[in-house]
T-cell receptor
C-alpha cells in the first residue's frame, strides 16, 4: 500500500518568507507526527496529532511554527517569517492509534527546506 | 545527559560478520523501543520494534531489550555492504507518543 507522502520534496525560500509543508499519512493511520532533522542534529519532535484530540505542540521551537490537520488526514506545517536556522529536513510520520497494540511510526520521504 | 545515547561510530565490520549496535536511554518509563535505518539522503526506515525484555528476531536482525539496565541493542548477522547506513535508536517518552531519537551509529560493512 501507499506510504506516507510529503510535498514538496525540496523547498528553497528567502529569509522572512512563509512556507507550507504538506503530509499525507498512511490510510487508516490516525496518529500523525512532524519531526525535523538538521545537519549535525538528531531527529527532533515537533508536533503530534491523534484523531480529534488537542495536538501535542510541545516540540514546536517558536510561535513561528504551526500545524493543522484537516479531516483527520492531511496535515500542513507552516513556518512564518523563515530564518536560516529553520533550514532542515522536515519529516512526517504516521502510526495506528495508541492502544491498538502497535505504535510503530512510519516516515515519509521528507521535505528539505533551505532558507537563504 | 542525553536522553538516548548511541556511539556515533563509524562501526566497521567485514562482510559476513555480526554487527552489534548499542543504545542507552534515561527515561525509565519508556515503553516502546525502535531501530530505524537511514541511508544518506533518505528518511528513516523502521527495521525493528521491541516492547518487552529479551530478544526479538526478524531475519538477520535481532533486537535486545533490558529495561533494568535501560539498554537496547541491535544485532545484524551476516552483515552485507547494503547494510551500510546510520542506525537510529528511538524510544517513546513516558506519557507521550513522541519518539526521542539518539544521534545514530554509522555502520560500514566492507566487502
Amino acid at each position: 500500500g501507499a506510504g506516507v507522502s510529503q510535498s514538496p520534496s525540496n523547498k528553497v525560500t528567502e529569509k522572512g518568507k512563509d512556507v507550507e509543508l504538506r503530509c499525507d499519512p498512511i490510510s487508516g493511520h490516525t496518529a500523525l507526527y512532524w519531526y525535523r532533522q538538521s545537519l549535525g542534529q538528531g531527529l527532533e519532535f515537533l508536533i503530534y496529532f491523534q484523531g480529534n484530540s488537542a495536538p501535542d505542540k510541545s516540540g514546536l521551537p517558536s510561535d513561528r511554527f504551526s500545524a493543522e490537520r484537516t479531516g483527520g488526514s492531511v496535515s500542513t506545517l507552516t513556518i512564518q517569517r523563515t530564518q536560516q536556522e529553520d533550514s532542515a529536513v522536515y519529516l512526517c510520520a504516521s502510526s495506528l492509534a495508541p492502544g491498538t497494540g502497535s505504535d510503530e511510526q512510519f516516515f515519509g520521504p521528507g521535505t528539505r527546506l533551505t532558507v537563504l | 545527559q542525553k536522553e538516548v545515547e548511541q556511539n556515533s561510530g563509524p562501526l566497521s565490520v567485514p562482510e559476513g560478520a555480526i554487527a552489534s549496535l548499542n543504545c542507552t536511554y534515561s527515561d525509565r518509563g519508556s515503553q516502546s523501543f525502535f531501530w530505524y535505518r537511514q541511508y544518506s539522503g533518505k528518511s528513516p526506515e523502521l527495521i525493528m520494534s521491541i516492547y518487552s525484555n529479551g530478544d526479538k528476531e526478524d531475519g538477520r536482525f535481532t533486537a535486545q531489550l533490558n529495561k533494568a539496565s535501560q539498554y537496547v541493542s541491535l544485532l545484524i548477522r551476516d552483515s552485507q555492504p547494503s547494510d551500510s547506513a546510520t542506525y537510529l535508536c528511538a524510544v517513546t517518552a513516558t506519557g507521550f507518543q513522541k519518539l526521542v531519537f539518539g544521534t545514530g551509529t554509522r555502520l560500514l560493512v566492507s566487502p
